[in-house]
């Protein structure tokens, strides 16, 4: 049975492996940056809560792709998330990351995206398949994040669900955002063949008919991880 001296032995040459300290580091600095900046955006210039924290939710969904590219391990990407949770519980009650939290409605969309980041890199990443945890998480940053700014500013055609108003311009950038991201990621991994452009659309159209369901931020949770198991299936059909 291991002991607590094995599990440090093991953490410690976790660490000390080549990609794992330089990767955390750099992960590490993308979103301080990026948290520094929402901030910065909100209180010193007066941003609407709702742009920075599209600011910080497009731009942490890169961490996958940085994940990926330094090939950090899935252990890291869940302990980091168990991590992100907690601030964002906290944040949600104490109000320390106004430029997040601050939109005038109950949502739990920071917590929802911040365990479906680490459930993505948890299991796509241990099954060798980071190319599904990026779609997934890709199509929720840029997506959504697209979705709910091009919505608010030029939606004119209004449909509500689940009590949420939501308008077919953003639905429909939705929509286009997923294909974008779904077709770069698989065509970067599988070439840019039929499959890759049936898979992207079949991504694209799931992930908008989820994201139409965001009450509680419920989406954040529903569409990175809908979007990554739709791709799953597909590609073991077609590819």
Same mark, same amino acid.
Not at 3 to 25: H, N, Q
């Given at each position: 049975?291991?002991?607590?001296?094995?599990?440090?032995?093991?953490?410690? $040459?976790?660490?000390?492996?080549?990609?794992?300290?330089?990767?955390?580091?750099?992960?590490? #600095?993308?979103?301080?940056?990026?948290?520094?900046? @929402?901030?910065? *955006?909100? $209180?010193? &210039?007066?941003?609407?809560?709702?742009?920075? $924290?599209?600011?910080?939710?497009?731009?942490?969904?890169?961490?996958?792709?940085? !994940?990926? =590219? *330094?090939?950090?391990? /899935?252990?890291?990407?869940?302990? @980091? @998330?168990?991590?992100?949770?907690?601030?964002?519980?906290?944040?949600?009650?104490?109000?320390? *990351?106004?430029?997040?939290?601050?939109?005038? $409605?109950?949502?739990?969309?920071?917590?929802?995206?911040? +365990?479906?980041?680490?459930?993505?890199?948890? =299991?796509?990443?241990?099954?060798? &398949?980071?190319?599904? @945890? !990026?779609?997934?998480? #890709?199509?929720?940053?840029?997506?959504?994040?697209?979705?709910?700014? +091009?919505? &608010?500013?030029?939606?004119?055609?209004?449909?509500?669900? =689940?009590?949420?108003?939501?308008?077919?311009?953003?639905?429909?950038?939705?929509?286009?955002?997923?294909?974008?991201?779904?077709?770069?990621?698989?065509?970067?991994?599988?070439?840019?063949?039929?499959?890759? =452009?049936?898979? /992207?659309?079949?991504?694209?159209?799931?992930?908008?008919?989820?994201?139409?369901?965001?009450? %509680? #931020?419920?989406?954040?949770?529903?569409?990175?991880? #809908?979007?990554?198991?739709?791709?799953?299936?597909?590609?073991? *059909? %077609?590819?």
């Amino acid at each position: 049975m291991p002991t607590d001296s094995d599990l440090l032995t093991w953490i410690a $040459r976790e660490l000390l492996a080549p990609t794992v300290l330089p990767g955390i580091a750099i992960v590490g #600095g993308w979103l301080a940056l990026l948290l520094g900046l @929402a901030e910065w *955006l909100y $209180r010193s &210039q007066h941003l609407p809560a709702e742009l920075s $924290r599209k600011l910080v939710h497009i731009g942490t969904g890169h961490v996958v792709l940085l !994940a990926w =590219w *330094l090939d950090i391990p /899935a252990w890291v990407g869940i302990a @980091a @998330a168990i991590v992100a949770a907690a601030i964002a519980i906290t944040s949600h009650w104490l109000a320390i *990351l106004p430029s997040v939290n601050s939109i005038g $409605r109950e949502s739990w969309g920071t917590l929802f995206y911040a +365990i479906s980041i680490g459930v993505s890199i948890g =299991w796509f990443f241990a099954h060798n &398949q980071p190319h599904l @945890a !990026a779609i997934g998480i #890709g199509v929720m940053a840029w997506g959504d994040g697209l979705a709910a700014i +091009i919505g &608010q500013k030029f939606g004119q055609h209004r449909y509500s669900v =689940w009590g949420m108003s939501k308008s077919w311009e953003g639905s429909l950038t939705m929509f286009v955002a997923s294909f974008v991201v779904s077709v770069l990621v698989f065509g970067f991994v599988a070439g840019f063949l039929w499959p890759t =452009w049936a898979i /992207a659309a079949s991504v694209a159209t799931i992930a908008t008919a989820l994201e139409a369901f965001s009450k %509680w #931020g419920i989406d954040n949770l529903t569409v990175p991880l #809908g979007s990554a198991i739709v791709a799953l299936y597909l590609q073991t *059909l %077609w590819l």
